[in-house]
């Protein structure tokens, strides 16, 4: 009778399924599990863009009359060091009735497996496992609701266009350049590598051609009857002494106008006050994650991503890490309560006051647009035994979390003009209604892990 094949992304989610599906033996390479399911892996990438070579001998020698360099039809070629795992999961295909494409839950996670199934000649049926969260209930619902790996070759299909256009970039414009300079190093160049570096590059340019400038802001404390306040002086398009930004580059204007107005009365000619609303920030997605964690602990972008991969992959507390979305499906509300529990028990500042009634913006899936996954919350699993450093990461995610549940911070904005002897002065300030969660940015951390 034919087996099941599930090939995940990497060794260690391969061993988390077949534990969840229950272990009755063990190959190398792969798991025999219960309801006749051999659980398998890759190792990353498998494959990999063949050299131009393949497509033609010449191309091994770097001319610029070969350029560019188009295959027709693209070559894979196996990895050398994963070429026995490649082995491993061809031999169990040949016995396979059906595959389950357990790949992260994101295009690239799609394409390792889909790429070895295309390669090896599988034409069998193939169902997707899209699970965003490593934890039993997560497992538990993505096998509940398996779908035909076929809906998803439009995600596949995009990063296949990825990757050749990072080779057709890569390997003409690297030649291109290295050629055109004359010189024996290579001048390596890339579709990401290239316009990230110029960025960089236009920027340090920018900040060694600075010069400094000094410009004055003329600001006055301001009595009233009912309060004080500090008002900015507003300059008018005809006031002496200003660039070409409108900014107060003379002292002496500025000396002029301190003079004039200083001890003298003046009149408000115009006050509002709106009562403002600002819903509570999205869950993180992961470059907003490493810059929170950059700002508040000094962590490396690096450092952010592999703690958090830990925290997904190891103790399975959070979500998929690499998200480009900050929204949540509808459906993931109703587990928002577990979630909120798991925080409780935690007694985790702010988690018995939020009320899982309340339905953020946060939950839109349409607002997901073609983004597959979505932002990093956590999940209902209690975390145990974590370092200072994930301890850091899981409470930024699980209190972005928590703000969810709370009302929208609101706050009176007001602005007041006043003249004092024909000069305008402007200030403005907030009163604040209700702080809602803005609460939790006022609690210090005293959890306990």
């Known amino acids: 009778m034919g087996k099941t094949v599930l090939i995940a992304e990497k060794p260690s989610v391969g061993k988390d399924l077949a534990a969840y599906l229950g272990i009755v033996g063990r190959g190398k390479g792969f798991y025999n599990c219960k309801g006749d399911i ?13 050299d131009p070579h393949v497509y033609d001998p010449r191309f091994k020698r770097w001319r610029a009359e070969d350029l560019p360099i188009i295959p027709e039809s693209w070559v894979l070629e196996p990895i050398p060091r994963s070429r026995e795992q490649l082995q491993i999961i061809e031999e169990l295909l040949k016995t396979a009735e059906s595959v389950i494409n357990a790949g992260d839950p994101e295009r ?45 070759k439009n995600i596949k299909d995009a990063a296949i266009c990825r990757s050749n256009a990072d080779w057709l970039v890569g390997i003409n414009v690297t030649r291109g350049l290295t050629l055109a300079a004359g010189q024996s190093n290579v001048l390596p160049a890339g579709r990401v590598q ?20 000094p410009y004055w802001m003329l600001r006055a404390t301001v009595h009233h009857e009912t309060n004080q306040f500090i008002a900015t002086w507003e300059p008018d398009e005809l006031t002496s002494g200003l660039d070409a ?64 991969q830990r925290l997904y992959e190891k103790y399975k507390v959070v979500t998929y890490m690499r998200t480009e979305c900050r929204y949540l499906p509808n459906e993931m509300f109703e587990d928002a309560p577990r979630v909120v529990r798991t925080l409780r028990a935690q007694n985790m500042e702010g988690a018995h006051e939020a009320d899982t009634t309340i339905q953020s913006p946060a939950w839109n899936t349409k607002k997901q647009g073609a983004e597959a996954h979505h932002g990093i919350i956590p999940t209902e699993v209690m975390p145990k035994n974590l370092t200072e450093e994930e301890k850091n990461i899981y409470l930024l995610v699980a209190r972005r979390f928590l703000k969810q549940f709370y009302p929208d911070y609101q706050y009176y904005s007001s602005s007041v003009v006043v003249i004092v002897r024909d000069e305008l002065w402007k200030g403005t300030g907030i009163l604040v209604k209700d702080k809602g969660w803005m609460k939790l940015n006022d609690q210090q951390t005293k959890e306990k892990f």
Do not use: M
């Not at 709106?274 to 700002?295: I, N, V, Y």
């Open 194 to 213: 290239t316009p990230t570096l110029s960025l960089v590059v236009d920027r340090d340019r920018e900040i060694e051609q600075f010069k400094k400038k």
């Open 245 to 308: 930004e409108g900014r107060l580059v003379s002292p002496k204007v500025a000396e002029q106008i301190i003079e004039k107005v200083s001890g003298h009365d003046g009149h408000v000619v115009s006050k509002k006050d709106s009562l403002k609303r600002k819903k509570p920030p999205l869950p993180f997605l992961l470059s907003d994650l490493q810059k929170k964690a950059e700002d508040k602990f000094d962590y490396s972008p690096k450092e952010t991503l592999d703690i958090g």
């Open 38 to 50: 051999v659980c398998t892996w890759c190792v990353g990438h498998i494959l990999e863009q063949a």
């Open 108 to 152: 690239e996670g799609q394409l390792i497996v889909d790429e070895v199934l295309d390669f090896l000649g599988y034409s069998g049926p193939a169902e997707r496992l899209w699970i965003s969260a490593l934890d039993v209930r997560t497992i538990e619902k993505g096998f509940a609701n398996l779908r035909d790996n076929g809906e998803f």
